[in-house]
């Protein structure tokens, strides 16, 4: 992790918060104009909370007085809560408006050993330490997008060597991957393979996941196989102070992309073992997901790695074969039309 991303994250993080924390005074400042009211019973409930902290610890003996207090001020809050519903407003709505709910855009929440960083803000580390440079226009790869007419619904067994149409296999694939991310917690879910030649969706699949399990507080790490292998040798090897081994095991979910695209030789070999083996350990106290994707087949696979690494993707990632006409080529033939 890079300390100076994060302090300059931080930063902005403290920035957001006191705009957010700025702007919900506002709104209260207009309400107030437009309800009086208001203002006078935000300003008792105040005055009143202060004198029942006094009691507290002046006054111990006496309960009667504090729970006289604390009787006017939920009757105050009561009161407070109706005018709100009068004018169609809960309380909430005069809170700040936080990006996070987890860490109202501080950066931290409690742990189980004190404050650690939320995911959001290990989320934003990721993307500028690794994402950024990988992902291509992920924030517009969602589910939202995803556009079946680009898988022919016809069922051609000689062409795709399927019984199955492209389109009815590609909505096998999206409930499998609804799936996924519905049970992402459940440590007996397996990870995803996805196996297809290019151009038949796997990376753009693999960035919905991503979007959704970001906007339920999961952390994400895009790699290409090739640029990660690389850069753990590199580390290793002192060409670099990125150790970006400690994210890729920690990561909730790790997306490994083209697989068989790298250069072999052992030394990678052995780490792609590590990783796979590492985060398949993770599960039994943190849980931690893996998607690979790969032109190659499960053949192609066992003759290109060690059984060792093949043996434990096949034992507990389910395989997704993608097959149909290259999308990349659909979309330039319609453009040009």
Known sequence: MNTDNLKSLLIKYDQKRNSAILAAKHKKYELYDKIPELEKIDNDISTLSIQSIKAVLTTQDDKKIIDELNKKIAEMKKRRTAILKDNGLTPKDLEPIFECKKCKDTGYVKGENGNELCSCIKQELYNLEYNNSNIYDLKNQTFKNFKLDFYSDEVNQEKYGKKISPRQNILSIRKMCDRFIENFNDPKESNLLFCGSPGLGKTFLSSCIANELILKGKTVLYQTAPVMLDSIIDYKFGKTDNNIANAINTVDLLIIDDLGTETKNLLKITELFNIINTRL?????????????????????????????????IGNYNACYFFGDDIRMKKKIKVNV
Do not use: A, F, G, W
């Open 281 to 313: 350990l993770n599960q039994d106290n943190k849980i931690t997901k893996t998607i690979i994707s790969t032109n190659l087949s499960l053949q192609d696979l066992y003759d290109v790695y060690e059984e060792r690494i093949v043996s434990r993707i």
